[in-house]
Nanobody
């Protein structure tokens, strides 16, 4: 399974961005367990932003609650992160993450390539 992320860029404080991450595979028989977003700011460790398990409720970092929304398009195996009210401290490389299974085998974990979000005036 491969992940293709997009949607990063430069935005002013208070602005919005929408990230997307599509999962694809040459083999169709995979089941998504959890999709989510993590971020890594310069000089800091990678941290969880938001995750969503299949059939479960979203989980958010306290720092983004009320501003970010994670959603999924199950038909397209795509996860989105709508980011509103962006702050300079949201500046980071954002990575999508997928935990999946193939039948009874797994889970496997795969990371996307990262997309840079810069919040600056």
């Amino acid at each position: 399974v491969q992940l293709q992320a997009s949607g990063g860029g430069l935005v002013q404080p208070g602005g919005s961005l929408r990230l997307s991450c599509a999962a694809s595979s040459s083999r169709s028989n995979f089941q998504i367990n959890v999709q989510g977003w993590y971020r890594q700011a310069p000089g800091k460790e990678r941290e969880l932003v938001a995750t969503m398990s299949t059939g479960g409720s979203p989980n958010y970092a306290d720092s983004v609650k009320g501003r970010f929304t994670i959603s999924r398009d199950n038909a397209k195996n795509t996860v989105f992160l709508q980011m509103n009210g962006l702050k300079p401290e949201d500046t980071a490389v954002y990575y999508c993450n997928l935990r999946y299974s193939r039948g009874t085998i797994g889970p496997y974990v795969v990371w996307g390539q990262g997309t840079l979000v810069t919040v600056s005036s």
